[in-house]
């Protein structure tokens, strides 16, 4: 059980274009889910918090304009990178948080590179 | 100083070794303590996850959380070369306006030679 799916797992877009990301829970319900970006050899940095039905609130320093995250039912939020630029080639992770307990489950991520 | 504290190694064992891992904290407030294990290009994969202090074992894999030190280990007996990963410590404090937010470690990468 507890599995996250992501879609697409890889992309590849030229500069100025925006990209969708979905995030499923597959087997459970997630009020909440999270949104992540990793660049190599570091570690996951938090940039949104995903709630079902309400806007998300995003950490310091991310652009909410930049990163229009939807989450329109309880087993789906999506990320979208608009005018993307190469600076935000990197690897998204999306994360659903059980309501039982605080543990969430994340997906596979998506790479995103940006020409 | 970062709140979440964890040697990015990387830590080389040989098959069959005991491995441990560990991460340090300075918020009180953390409550829930996790181990994630990610392979190279994929999402992070729950491992443990502890309520407060304690240990918790699941296998070959044991957890610890010593509350008042501060201090949360991962112990892996008989250690496989499939075991090769990177590990992440996660924590959070689980109400309030960081509900459900976790904080990372930076991650350990283990390799396990035949």
């Known amino acids: 059980g507890a599995v996250v799916s992501q879609h697409p797992s890889r992309v590849i877009c030229k500069s100025g274009t925006s990209v969708k990301i979905e995030c499923r829970s597959l087997d459970f319900q997630a009020t909440t889910m999270f949104w992540y970006r990793q660049f190599p050899k570091q570690s996951l940095m938090l940039m949104a918090t995903s709630n079902e039905g309400s806007k998300a609130t995003y950490e310091q320093g991310v652009e909410k304009d930049k990163f229009l995250i939807n989450h329109a039912s309880l087993t789906l939020s999506t990320l979208t990178v608009t005018s993307a630029h190469p600076e935000d080639s990197s690897f998204y992770i999306c994360s659903a948080r059980r309501d039982v307990g605080d543990t969430q489950y994340f997906g596979p991520g998506t790479r995103l590179t940006v020409l | ?114």
């Open chain 2, 1 to 114: 100083q970062k709140e979440v504290e964890q040697d990015p190694g990387p830590l080389s064992v040989p098959e069959g070794a005991i491995v441990s891992l560990n991460c340090t904290y300075s918020n009180s407030a953390f409550q829930y303590f996790m181990w994630y294990r990610q392979y190279s290009r994929k999402g992070p994969e729950l491992l443990m996850y502890t309520y407060s202090s304690g240990n918790k074992e699941d296998g070959r894999f044991t957890a610890q959380v010593d509350k008042s030190s501060k201090y949360i280990s991962l112990f892996i007996r008989d250690s496989q070369p499939s075991d090769s990963a990177t590990y992440l410590c996660a924590m959070s404090a689980g109400g309030g306006t960081s509900y459900g937010k976790l904080t990372f470690g930076q991650g350990t990468i283990l390799t396990v030679h035949p």
